[in-house]
Nanobody, 126 residues
């Protein structure tokens, strides 16, 4: 499975960006799609996850209410719409895919994800 992320860039505080990540290759029947991010000098964190049927989602507190994760299973693509961006959102954003169960259990640890995209840089200026 290969993941290709896009949509990063430079934006002013208060602006919006939409990240996309397309997966190609054979995936399991049930898989989560996630966005992790790593800010300069910080450890990578899980920003958002969506389970295989799109019903279950997770957001880290710092993006909750400002971001929406969605997926199009027909296109094997996950999106992250980020609004009201803040300088603290500056980071490299990585998409990831990992297996889950039929219930759609959400995982937020890196070890649960088998495939990773190359990362796309989001820079928010104040």
């Amino acid at each position: 499975v290969q993941l290709q992320a896009s949509g990063g860039g430079l934006v002013q505080a208060g602006g919006s960006l939409r990240l996309s990540c397309a997966a190609s290759g054979r995936t399991r029947s049930f898989y989560n799609m996630a966005w992790f991010r790593q800010a300069p000098g910080k450890v990578r964190e899980c920003a958002a996850v969506i389970n295989w049927n799109g019903v279950g989602t997770y957001y880290v507190d710092s993006v909750k209410g400002r971001s929406t994760i969605s997926r199009d299973n027909a296109k094997n693509t996950v999106y992250l719409q980020m609004n009201n961006l803040k300088p603290d959102d500056t980071a490299v954003y990585y998409c990831a895919v990992g297996p889950t169960d039929s219930i759609g259990t959400i995982y937020i640890t890196e070890s649960r994800y088998d495939y990773w995209g190359q990362g796309t840089l989001v820079t928010v200026s104040s």
